[in-house]
Protein backbone atom coordinates (compact mmCIF):
# COMPACT_ATOMS: atom_id res chain seq x y z
CA UNK A 1 0.00 0.00 0.00
CA UNK A 2 1.18 3.35 -0.56
CA UNK A 3 1.87 6.06 1.73
CA UNK A 4 -0.81 8.53 3.21
CA UNK A 5 1.15 11.11 1.50
CA UNK A 6 1.70 9.00 -1.94
CA UNK A 7 -2.07 8.95 -2.09
CA UNK A 8 -3.09 12.18 -1.30
CA UNK A 9 -0.47 13.69 -4.30
CA UNK A 10 -1.52 11.02 -6.40
CA UNK A 11 -5.47 11.72 -5.85
CA UNK A 12 -4.63 15.82 -6.56
CA UNK A 13 -2.43 15.12 -9.36
CA UNK A 14 -5.26 12.90 -10.84
CA UNK A 15 -8.32 15.06 -9.90
CA UNK A 16 -7.18 18.79 -9.82
CA UNK A 17 -3.97 18.64 -12.68
CA UNK A 18 -2.22 21.48 -10.67
CA UNK A 19 0.44 23.47 -11.98
CA UNK A 20 2.19 23.28 -8.79
CA UNK A 21 1.38 20.99 -5.62
CA UNK A 22 3.04 20.62 -1.92
CA UNK A 23 2.56 17.74 0.28
CA UNK A 24 4.47 18.18 3.16
CA UNK A 25 3.56 15.65 6.21
CA UNK A 26 4.20 18.06 9.50
CA UNK A 27 2.66 15.39 11.50
CA UNK A 28 6.27 15.50 13.75
CA UNK A 29 5.36 18.99 14.67
CA UNK A 30 2.17 17.68 16.47
CA UNK A 31 3.12 14.69 18.64
CA UNK A 32 1.81 14.51 21.90
CA UNK A 33 -1.39 16.51 19.98
CA UNK A 34 -5.04 15.43 19.42
CA UNK A 35 -5.16 13.00 16.62
CA UNK A 36 -1.18 12.53 16.38
CA UNK A 37 0.24 8.57 16.32
CA UNK A 38 3.14 7.16 15.88
CA UNK A 39 4.50 6.80 12.54
CA UNK A 40 3.18 10.20 11.50
CA UNK A 41 0.59 10.99 8.59
CA UNK A 42 -1.51 12.36 10.91
CA UNK A 43 -1.21 16.17 9.48
CA UNK A 44 0.12 17.55 6.64
CA UNK A 45 0.04 20.73 5.08
CA UNK A 46 -0.74 21.17 1.42
CA UNK A 47 0.26 23.85 -1.41
CA UNK A 48 -2.25 23.61 -4.62
CA UNK A 49 -1.95 25.55 -7.48
CA UNK A 50 -4.59 24.39 -9.93
CA UNK A 51 -7.40 26.24 -12.95
CA UNK A 52 -9.83 23.77 -11.12
CA UNK A 53 -10.16 26.61 -8.38
CA UNK A 54 -11.19 29.47 -10.78
CA UNK A 55 -14.09 31.30 -10.19
CA UNK A 56 -14.53 29.53 -6.78
CA UNK A 57 -14.37 31.23 -3.36
CA UNK A 58 -11.54 30.41 -0.20
CA UNK A 59 -14.66 28.15 1.09
CA UNK A 60 -15.67 26.61 -2.22
CA UNK A 61 -11.93 25.33 -3.00
CA UNK A 62 -11.43 24.03 0.79
CA UNK A 63 -14.48 21.63 0.31
CA UNK A 64 -13.11 20.80 -3.23
CA UNK A 65 -9.74 19.60 -1.65
CA UNK A 66 -11.66 18.23 1.54
CA UNK A 67 -14.14 16.27 -0.16
CA UNK A 68 -11.17 14.26 -2.47
CA UNK A 69 -9.68 14.10 0.80
CA UNK A 70 -12.76 12.01 2.21
CA UNK A 71 -10.52 8.46 1.81
CA UNK A 72 -7.47 10.06 3.37
CA UNK A 73 -9.53 11.08 6.51
CA UNK A 74 -10.97 7.19 6.57
CA UNK A 75 -7.04 6.13 6.46
CA UNK A 76 -6.24 8.40 9.20
CA UNK A 77 -5.58 12.10 8.60
CA UNK A 78 -5.91 13.97 11.05
CA UNK A 79 -5.68 17.62 10.01
CA UNK A 80 -4.85 18.86 6.66
CA UNK A 81 -3.62 22.70 6.12
CA UNK A 82 -4.29 24.02 2.59
CA UNK A 83 -3.40 27.14 0.22
CA UNK A 84 -5.68 26.28 -2.43
CA UNK A 85 -4.78 29.25 -5.36
CA UNK A 86 -5.58 29.54 -8.87
CA UNK A 87 -2.31 30.20 -11.63
CA UNK A 88 -3.13 33.03 -11.47
CA UNK A 89 -3.27 34.00 -8.08
CA UNK A 90 0.05 32.05 -7.65
CA UNK A 91 2.08 34.10 -10.21
Same mark, same amino acid.
Given at each position: ? *? ?8 ? %?? $???? &? $? ?6 ? !? @?? @??? @? !????E ?6 R??? /? !?????? +? !????? @?R? /??? %? ?11 ? *?? +? *?? $? &??? *??
Amino acid at each position: M *ATLRDWIEET %LR $TQLA &P $TRLDVVDE !S @HL @HAG @H !SGWREGGETHFRLDV /V !SAAFEG +K !SRVER @HRL /VNG %LMDEAFKRGLHAL *AL +K *AR $T &PGE *AA
